[in-house]
């Protein structure tokens, strides 16, 4: 038998990556592996349990450079293609709505991994407009596509995820240092 195994965040969905965040990591390594195997190289667990000790370690050391930190560090992309359509992420983020930024900051509360799908659907929108570098997407309207976002590959979401956290970031820092200065003035 020949097992696909995925060796990039570019090989992995959103729903694998979101089966991933619910194994138990209390479990002891053999079982964590096997499930993170099932999960990842969609089979069944029965089949993993068939492995050898050689297989399952070869295996467990590709899968374990994907929670590699530098594999977590992609790059924004901000056209993407997906189930026949274009998508763009949101233009500009200092011109969120109120709504927008409310849906936000409410999903990412509720958690990153349950919320997934309706955080990706709020930052990225079919494109209405494209000339170049240039587009314009559909305005918000607050509806939740139940894992429609499922099978978009984990690059393109931590690659929007880590660019959104460092503009809050950013902001934040803006946001101090002017509190400081202000504090000065007075």
Same mark, same amino acid.
């Given at each position: 038998?020949?097992?696909?195994?995925?060796?990039?965040? /570019?090989?992995?969905?959103?729903? %694998? !990556?979101? @089966?991933? $965040?619910?194994?138990?990591? &209390?479990?002891?390594?053999?079982?964590?592996?096997?499930?993170?195997? $099932?999960?990842?190289?969609?089979?069944?667990?029965?089949?993993? &349990?068939?492995?050898?000790?050689?297989?399952?370690?070869?295996? +467990?050391?590709?899968? #374990?450079?994907?929670? @590699?930190?530098?594999?977590?560090?992609?790059?924004?992309?901000?056209?993407?293609? =997906?189930?026949?359509?274009? *998508? +763009?992420?949101?233009?500009?983020? $200092?011109?969120?709505?109120? +709504?927008?930024?409310?849906?936000?900051?409410? =999903?990412? #509360?509720?958690? *990153?991994?349950? #919320?997934?799908?309706?955080?990706?659907?709020?930052? !990225?929108?079919?494109?209405?407009?494209?000339? +170049?570098?240039? *587009?314009?997407?559909?305005? !918000?309207?607050?509806?939740?596509?139940?894992? *429609?976002?499922?099978?978009?590959?984990?690059?393109?979401?931590?690659? /929007?995820?880590?660019?959104?956290? $460092?503009?809050?970031?950013?902001?934040?820092?803006?946001?101090?240092? !002017?509190?400081? &200065?202000? %504090?000065?003035?007075?």
């Amino acid at each position: 038998m020949e097992l696909i195994v995925p060796d990039s965040l /570019a090989d992995i969905t959103v729903k %694998q !990556y979101r @089966d991933l $965040s619910n194994i138990d990591l &209390a479990q002891d390594t053999t079982e964590w592996m096997t499930q993170s195997i $099932s999960i990842l190289c969609n089979i069944d667990a029965e089949i993993v &349990a068939k492995l050898t000790i050689n297989e399952l370690d070869r295996i +467990g050391k590709v899968i #374990n450079k994907l929670t @590699d930190s530098d594999q977590n560090n992609q790059e924004l992309q901000k056209k993407i293609e =997906y189930k026949g359509k274009r *998508y +763009g992420f949101h233009p500009n983020l $200092s011109k969120l709505t109120v +709504g927008e930024f409310a849906d936000l900051e409410t =999903y990412c #509360n509720g958690g *990153y991994f349950d #919320n997934l799908n309706e955080i990706i659907g709020i930052l !990225y929108r079919p494109i209405v407009n494209e000339g +170049g570098e240039f *587009y314009t997407i559909e305005d !918000y309207d607050a509806v939740v596509l139940d894992n *429609y976002w499922d099978d978009l590959k984990m690059d393109v979401v931590l690659g /929007a995820t880590n660019f959104f956290l $460092s503009i809050a970031e950013t902001l934040t820092t803006d946001l101090v240092n !002017y509190s400081k &200065a202000g %504090q000065e003035q007075t």
